[in-house]
């Protein structure tokens, strides 16, 4: 199995003649191929998914799922908290530039390594990541600073901690599950770990 449209008891399948219908066993449910054409499935569909979202029967995630007016609404607040932040004339994000004592003491608190993969690194190699990005309304402050090597901090971008570790997770499912998937100790890696993922 793989992407599916669910509310956790039904799931969306669809007729000879392309009706959306409702099945409560798995197995009849319609697999799409990328979360794009689920989406697209949901919104065509609107009336009939509103309390159903795009779940991958692999990993055990939601993928996509309609937002309640609460959502939205956090949504447009941190949208005018993201207009607050200081741009430049070409709608940069000014940044503060920190001295080199800060960066040491940053660099000695994380033990010389990179807080998002582990490696050590040298002073030299460091750079700042924002744990809780400027674009999301992160203070540009030495307690939202963490050290990082260069790779790490260009591969996060500008998303939340959490979010990257659960990319990581799961490109890092996805491609062992690709490489070893008749492979019998990846099988029984594989159901520890997504236990052990889907409990956090």
């Known amino acids: 199995m793989a992407i599916v449209i669910t509310n956790g008891n039904y799931y969306i399948w669809y007729t000879s003649t392309g009706a959306t219908k409702k099945v409560s066993d798995i197995n009849l449910a319609y697999q799409f191929p990328t979360v794009a054409d689920a989406i697209k499935g949901m919104k065509k569909a609107e009336g009939q998914t509103k309390n159903y979202y795009v779940f991958d029967t692999l990993t055990q995630k939601i993928l996509w799922k309609w937002m309640t007016h609460e959502e939205l609404d956090e949504i447009r607040k941190n949208k005018i908290s993201m207009s607050m932040v200081k741009r430049d004339k070409n709608g940069k994000i000014k940044r503060k530039s920190y001295s080199d004592?800060?960066?040491?003491?940053?660099?000695?608190?994380?033990?010389?390594?990179?807080?998002?993969?582990?490696?050590?690194?040298?002073?030299?190699?460091?750079?700042?990541?924002?744990v809780n990005p400027l674009s999301m309304g992160g203070d540009d402050d030495v307690e939202n600073l963490s050290c990082t090597c260069y790779p790490c901090n260009l591969f996060k971008g500008n998303i939340l901690p959490t979010d990257f570790y659960e990319r990581i997770t799961?490109?890092?499912?996805?491609?062992?599950?690709?490489?070893?998937?008749?492979?019998?100790?990846?099988?029984?890696?594989?159901?520890l770990l997504s236990s052990f993922t889907q409990s956090k």
């Open 170 to 191: 799961d490109i890092f499912m996805y491609q062992m599950e690709r490489q070893n998937s008749h492979n019998l100790k990846w099988k029984i890696v594989h159901k």
């Open 101 to 130: 004592d800060v960066r040491k003491l940053i660099y000695i608190k994380a033990g010389g390594r990179c807080e998002l993969c582990g490696r050590k690194i040298l002073l030299d190699d460091m750079t700042l990541d924002h």
